[in-house]
């Protein structure tokens, strides 16, 4: 159920992740389903319901630096130089991956059964009042079906779990509307593990060296030939999508085609469908912010094929081309 994130529903939902249940609660950049940290059964309600696979971790929320700190291992001096750093960009959508501290009380499910863990410390207001009053860290990864598009909208949530989620907490469209950064401070030269709207440039500019490599398009297709209708695709609308081009446009004549534009400039066949403008200007920041709501829009029109050009990669355009790319058939 969608509930108003009145202070008297978010201690409504406090109370639930404390007994072990699950909320959909809104952060900066998409909403995320939420358990204590600590509770095996609430993080395993998380995997079941989004059918996640144990093998991928989830993000740790935490209120602030001091929590985050206290669930990491103790840091070396180079790590807390970085973790000093980088601590301009919190609250806000950076997560970090350390080593876990022994005996955190991290629940190993969380963690996949590794050592490390990601942390990370939303600036949301609905979700650092929901991390102030449970006390406790929350796992949460984004609140869709595993490999689906993400939501940023508290209806993107209640739609996908119906019922199975007695709260959702609406705090609005998310401003952000991609996942967080994710970087790795466990390893030499820190790397960037995945693109958000904190910007690879950014971090270069706080902490000088940062490693930063495309995953090969190979793997993704070996992986899809290994795992046939296990496909590795993330972020990915049901109708297939495809990188705009002409040629592409012409070979779909007499298909019902959708159209994602970055600003008023780009294409406008005709023979399309339906044509979603994300920015009439083609900024990152309002492109990023309209992006899933626009692929669940045209992935609910019974579409045929859905085209989205593609996009430079320097600044906020890294982070769209990595979620566009995953999600292209
Ligand atoms: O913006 C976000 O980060 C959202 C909101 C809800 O906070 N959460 C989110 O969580 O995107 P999720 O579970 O959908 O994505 C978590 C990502 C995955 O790619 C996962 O593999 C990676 O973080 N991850 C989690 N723990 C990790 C670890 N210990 N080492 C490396 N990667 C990790
Ligand atoms: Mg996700």
Aim: contains cysteine; aromatic residues 4%; charged residues 20%.
């Amino acid at each position: 159920m969608i509930l108003e994130a009145s202070d008297q529903n978010i201690a409504q939902a406090a109370e639930l992740i404390r007994s072990g249940d699950v909320v959909g609660f809104p952060t900066e950049t998409v909403y995320g389903l939420g358990a204590s940290a600590f509770d095996p059964l609430g993080v395993e309600k998380i995997f079941a319901l989004k059918g996640r696979v144990r093998s991928n971790p989830l993000i740790v929320h935490v209120k602030d630096l001091g929590d985050l700190l206290r669930l990491s291992a103790r840091l070396s001096k180079t790590q807390q130089a970085l973790v000093d750093k980088l601590s301009s960009f919190w609250p806000g959508p950076l997560t970090v991956v350390l080593r876990c501290r022994e005996n955190s009380g991290i629940t190993p499910a969380v963690t996949a059964g590794g050592d490390t863990i990601a942390l990370r410390i939303p600036s949301h207001p609905v979700a650092q009042k929901l991390l102030s009053l449970t006390e406790i860290p929350l796992a949460a990864p984004s609140a869709n079906r595993s490999l689906y598009v993400s939501p940023t909208c508290a209806e993107h949530v209640a739609s996908c779990f119906g019922d199975s989620l007695s709260i959702v907490l609406d705090g609005g469209s998310c401003e952000v509307g991609i996942e967080s950064t994710v970087v790795s401070l466990v390893e030499s030269p820190i790397r960037l593990l995945r693109p958000g709207s904190v910007t690879l440039e950014q971090l270069r500019s706080a902490v000088g060296e940062v490693e930063y490599r495309l995953p090969p398009l190979q793997e993704h297709q070996k992986q899809t030939l290994l795992s046939p209708g296990m496909l590795s695709r993330h972020y990915s609308p049901q109708t297939p999508l495809l990188w705009y081009s002409e040629e592409v446009l012409q070979s779909l004549a007499g298909k019902r085609v959708g159209i994602i534009r970055f600003s008023d400039h780009g294409v406008y066949p005709a023979s399309a469908v339906v044509i979603e403008t994300l920015s009439s200007t083609g900024k990152p920041q309002e492109i990023a912010h309209r992006l899933y709501a626009a692929l669940r829009k045209l992935d609910s029109l019974d579409l045929d094929v859905i085209l989205i050009p593609e996009i430079g990669r320097d600044g906020l355009g890294l982070a769209l081309y990595d979620r566009t790319r995953r999600a292209v058939s």
